[in-house]
């Protein structure tokens, strides 16, 4: 009997985020494109509690590869939420075939980001954390680019301690399972992926699997990644 095929959905949170999108858009679509023929997939974009052209931008560059929803939550794990439920609304198949990547709108993700994400689905792991890198230092102190490389771990085999929405792949059955995303402002991330532990899901953490995400100090999430990389500032000082 032949396997149902995999459908991808690929969920992005954003708010006032029209300077950064359109990178993380086309990289999406370019990923996207390199998928196998017999592979569908969907982009869903919750732009949340958004004040500049962030809607607009992503509904003219997903026309014809998703969707772009406007929310009032004010919440990155509500945003999420919403994202992954109007995916799965969409899609009409089993749902151990359907893979949830999750990135950020400030991120790019290299080409072969839903290949890699895929190698592992393929191969029985529901669940998936890779890592990023900075794609610029400049809003930081000279030592920062250097003080954060050294801080951020990944083991020798590969494995890392780390967590990020910006890049975290999950198979849908094991989300639901799971209870999805919560309504959290910060670490949404951590705590989902300590859910499916709970509930036993089958989890990878994978330092080659990588997105590039902006360097900027102030971010969208309080306590999120940008304070953490902020800090190294302090350190520096």
């Known amino acids: 009997m032949t396997a149902t095929p995999w459908h991808i959905c690929v969920l992005i949170p954003a ?3 029209e300077e950064l999108l359109p990178r993380c858009l086309h990289s999406v679509v370019k990923a996207c494109s390199l998928l196998p023929p017999n592979i569908t997939y969907d982009v869903v974009v919750v ?14 560059l997903l026309a014809g590869h998703g969707i772009a929803l ?3 939550v004010g919440i990155v794990g509500k945003a999420r939420a919403i994202a992954a ?5 969409r899609y009409e198949g089993p749902s151990h075939r359907c893979w949830l990547a999750n990135t950020d709108a400030d991120c790019c993700v290299p080409e072969t980001w839903l290949l890699d994400h895929l190698s592992f689905a393929a191969n029985d792991v ?3 954390a890779g890592t990023v890198d900075v794609d ?3 809003e930081h102190s000279l030592v920062v680019s250097e003080r954060f490389r050294l801080s951020y771990q990944i083991n020798p085999d590969g494995t890392h301690p780390h967590v990020h929405g910006a890049n975290l792949g999950v198979r849908a059955d094991a989300y639901r399972r799971s209870g999805g995303w ?8 951590h705590d989902l992926w300590n859910r499916l532990s709970q509930h036993r899901t089958k989890r990878l ?3 080659r699997v990588k997105v590039l995400t902006s360097g900027r100090r102030f971010g969208r999430a309080p306590h999120g990644f940008a304070e953490a990389l902020a800090a190294h500032n302090e350190v520096a000082a």
């Open 15 to 17: 708010r006032n985020e």
């Open 47 to 60: 732009v949340d509690s958004s004040t500049d052209g962030t809607l607009a931008i992503a509904q003219s």
């Open 70 to 72: 406007s929310a009032e």
């Open 85 to 89: 439920a109007a995916a799965l609304k």
């Open 126 to 128: 529901e669940a998936i």
């Open 136 to 138: 610029d230092f400049a």
């Open 182 to 189: 919560s309504d959290l402002a910060t670490a949404e991330d």
């Open 205 to 207: 953490s994978v330092g």
